[in-house]
Nanobody, 128 residues
Framework: QEQLVESGGGLVQAGGSLRLSCAAS????????ISWLRQDPGKEREGVSC????????NYADSVKGRFTISRDNPMNTVYLEMNSLKPVDTAVYYC?????????????????????WGQGTQVTVSS
């Protein structure tokens, strides 16, 4: 069965760090651009970061640039989101999504993309 599974969320104090993982099974992430998105209840879902399939070029929303780092480990079939200097506004459910045709260099946080696969989400809560 083809699926994405996120993990690594939790409760952390402001200024702390978390590393989210997005593990694929049933298909290879090598050929997919992978995005991380987040959604807080009552708010629209927003793109956080995206990494290309071709050369691992990362792209970030301005709100997380300099604090978050996206990376992939192809042998492990996993993409990571390292989150540092977390703020209460980062509180949300974080999702990873895979897109076979997305050009990550043209990805924008507010873009509406037809992702092929979605994970179930992992909760990140940052306390002040």
């Amino acid at each position: 069965q083809e699926q994405l599974v996120e993990s690594g969320g939790g409760l952390v104090q402001a200024g702390g760090s978390l590393r989210l993982s997005c593990a694929a099974s049933g298909f290879s992430l090598d050929y997919y651009a992978i995005s991380w998105l987040r959604q807080d209840p009552g708010k629209e879902r927003e793109g956080v970061s995206c990494i290309s399939s071709a050369d691992d070029t990362p792209n970030y929303a301005d709100s997380v640039k300099g604090r978050f780092t996206i990376s992939r480990d192809n042998p492990m079939n996993t993409v990571y989101l390292e989150m540092n200097s977390l703020k209460p506004v980062d509180t949300a459910v974080y999702y990873c999504a895979a897109d076979f045709i997305l050009d990550a260099t043209r990805w924008v946080p507010g873009g509406k993309y037809e992702y092929d696969y979605w994970g179930q989400g992992t909760q990140v809560t940052v306390s002040s």
